[in-house]
């Protein structure tokens, strides 16, 4: 396994203290302009009409961060919230949403390895992982966009 690789999950909870630290009001909103702004073809074309009032659980299980996210067809908008009632989840460590993010590894792959978990109405999860795939770093722009190429190539997915 890539040490690297090893370092980060070990450290995954120091790298996202400072998330953790930052009001949830704020990680919320920062994630929900995120997602609007990556999405936003999506929405034009109502693939996101089936998250009407629906939630999803997003889970990274190894830096205790959790958002529920939901669609409103009528503002086309995504919505994030720190709490609520989940209908489906989607967890997995950071080094894996970072390989998913950066197209490193197909969510098939982790999902077979299980390191990509889907709960709930699985119907509900595994279509929203399919959209997830489709985001394209060049819409992330600088600094974002940049930051996570580094991370994927400084701590690239070990071979299963």
């Known amino acids: 396994m890539n040490l690297l690789f090893t370092a980060l999950e070990k450290h995954a909870a120091l ?3 400072p998330v953790q630290l930052c009001p ?7 994630l929900e302009k995120l ?3 990556l999405l936003h073809s999506v929405v034009n074309e109502g693939e996101l009409d089936f998250l ?3 939630w999803i659980e997003l889970k990274l299980l190894d830096c205790d ?3 529920f996210l939901s669609y409103n ?5 995504c919505i994030v919230q720190d709490k609520g009632k989940a209908d489906a989840s989607i967890s997995c460590k950071l080094t894996d949403a970072i390989a998913l993010i950066t197209q490193q590894v197909d969510p098939d792959t982790l999902f077979f390895q299980r390191r990509l978990l889907l709960e709930g109405n699985t119907a509900l999860s595994h279509g929203f992982k399919n959209i997830l795939d489709t985001i394209e770093l060049d819409k992330l722009g600088f600094p974002l966009g940049h930051i996570i190429q580094l991370l994927s190539t ?3 997915q070990p071979q299963a």
């Open 15 to 17: 790298l996202t203290k």
């Open 24 to 30: 949830t009001a704020l990680q919320t909103h920062v």
């Open 35 to 37: 997602l609007n702004h």
């Open 52 to 54: 009407e009032d629906q």
């Open 65 to 67: 961060l959790n958002y």
């Open 73 to 77: 067809p009528h503002a086309q908008r």
């Open 154 to 156: 400084t701590f690239p």
